[in-house]
Each structure stands twice: as structure tokens, then as C-alpha cells.
């Protein structure tokens, strides 16, 4: 048990701490990721069903059992929304002066005082490090592996999209979407990587979830309610 002294020391303490509520993510921000996690969700339950399906319609001699036609053509909505979000994503990153906190992360990569203090954060033995913008270096890093299999994820999407539609878009793209399939290894080689940066995406989205929660718990900043609110807890002493 902790004695008398040190719990009013301890109150003491916070006692000259001051909370302030900090904008962190703009509404912009805010309603972008959770389009893209929505995204995320739909696109990775019809690509498991394009791949191999596990609903089979109930047969019937009319042409209506277009249950495969109907998960391709929702899984190829979202993945233009998709690109909507990368494209808007990416000019807001390097454009938006609401948004510079983002791009300050990158001030911090080149410390390796960071790196230490942030691994050890995370293994319960430092204090977090000071941040000079949004992101720690382990999430900076994490999201810029993210934004690699995503844009791995569009290139491929778009080779298998041109396949099936030949007008349009389609039609638009054909050429040079055959150029990266040739590049790729042919269109079964372009599938399998198409699958193996799905499984990519949906580890980051565990690993991401999991390091937000624990901010949450072990930073007391209101990590969770900031993608929701916009605001953050910032104590000031």
C-alpha cells in the first residue's frame, strides 16, 4: 500500500497538471478513414467470396443466379471508392494546412533516441516519447507499409478490373493495365498478389487497432474518442 506521503505527492503532482482539449483529426480526416474502414470491410468479405465462394444460390431454371456478378460488381464499387479515399488521402497528406501534424511525424524518424523510447513504450519499460506530429515512429512506419499495399492492391484491382469490363474505364485502362499485368508475371500471378496484399491490409488493420487501444489505456489522452470527435486530451504541466 502507498503511504499517506506519497499518495498527496502524487496528488500534488497532478494538481499542477492542466488537461486542454487539442484538435487532432479534422472532420475531413475524421470521415475519410471511416469510409475507407467501411471500404475495407466490404472489399475483404466479397474478395473472400470471389475467391472462393461460400454462398451458393438456390438453382432454378431462370437466368437470375448472378449471386457471383453481384459481389464482383459491389466489390469493384468500393474499390473505386476506394481510390477515391487514396487519391484524397494523398493531396490532403501533402496539401492540407489543417493536416501538417501528419506530415510533421517525419521529423522524428531520423531519431533513434524515438525509435528506442518508442519500442520501449511499448514494452512497458520507457516513457512515451515526445511526438512532433500525429504519429510515433512504429505507427509512421506501420501506415507507410499500409499505403504500399494499398496502392499494390489498386494496380492489381485495376488489371483484374480491365479483364471483365472492356468499355469505359475498362476500356481506358486496358493497355496499360496489361503493360504491369506482363510485368507481374501474367494475370494468375497478379490474383495471388492481389490476395497476398489483402492478408497484408488485414494485419495492419489488427496490429492498428491494437496499438490504438493500448494509447488509449496507457496514455489517457482519449486516443479512441479523438477518430470520433476530432479532439484529444493533452496534459500540460
Do not use: C
Not at 210 to 231: L, Q
Amino acid at each position: 500500500m502507498q503511504s499517506v506521503d506519497t499518495l498527496e505527492k502524487n496528488s500534488l503532482n497532478h494538481a499542477d497538471e492542466t488537461i486542454e482539449r487539442e484538435l487532432e483529426f479534422t472532420s475531413f480526416y475524421r470521415w475519410h478513414h471511416w469510409i475507407r474502414v467501411f471500404s475495407i470491410i466490404i472489399l475483404t468479405v466479397t474478395g473472400f467470396y470471389l475467391s472462393v465462394p461460400f454462398i451458393i444460390p438456390a438453382v432454378n431454371a431462370e437466368p437470375t443466379n448472378f449471386l457471383n456478378a453481384e459481389f464482383r460488381g459491389l466489390h469493384e464499387i468500393f474499390g473505386f471508392i476506394m481510390i477515391s479515399m487514396f487519391i484524397g488521402k494523398t493531396y490532403y497528406f501533402f496539401f492540407s494546412v489543417k493536416d501538417k501534424i501528419e506530415i510533421n511525424s517525419f521529423k522524428d524518424v531520423l531519431s533513434l533516441k524515438n525509435w528506442l523510447s518508442q519500442i520501449g513504450y511499448y514494452l512497458l519499460l520507457t516513457k512515451h516519447p515526445k511526438l512532433s506530429g500525429a504519429y510515433n515512429v512504429i505507427q509512421l512506419l506501420a501506415y507507410f507499409v499500409f499505403y504500399i499495399a494499398i496502392t499494390g492492391l489498386i494496380i492489381t484491382g485495376l488489371i483484374l478490373y480491365v479483364h471483365s469490363f472492356h468499355l469505359g474505364i475498362g476500356g481506358m485502362l486496358y493497355d496499360i493495365m496489361r503493360e504491369f499485368e506482363v510485368m507481374l508475371g501474367g494475370l494468375a500471378a497478379v490474383r495471388e498478389l492481389h490476395h497476398l496484399l489483402m492478408w497484408g491490409v488485414i494485419f495492419f488493420v489488427v496490429g492498428h487497432v491494437y496499438m490504438v487501444v493500448f494509447n488509449a489505456v496507457h496514455g489517457k489522452e482519449g486516443t479512441v474518442d479523438s477518430i470520433f470527435s476530432g479532439y484529444r486530451w493533452k496534459r500540460k504541466h
